[in-house]
């Protein structure tokens, strides 16, 4: 195994301890999710933040990302 294996494997690792705690927990705002949706202006129904220009754009960016990366991942890295 070398170094880049260890490194991610180990960010990995955090990330289920993070999450794993952030469960646990139960706190509002402490999840990957819950930090996602507010980054990029999701709210549940009944409780919808306002909708600018600028999360437009974070969520087109967030989609270009996504198709990109799976994209890249079931090509092979052709794309």
Known sequence: MDIWTI???AWLGLFVVLE???????APDDTLSEHVWKWFGIG???NRP???GWVKFRRFALLAFLAWLVAH???GGAV
Do not use: D, H, N, T
């Open 44 to 46: 549940r129904p009944g």
């Open 73 to 75: 991942f079931l090509s």
């Open 20 to 26: 794993g705690v952030a469960l646990a927990r139960k």
């Open 7 to 9: 490194g991610w494997l």
């Open 50 to 52: 306002k909708f600018s």
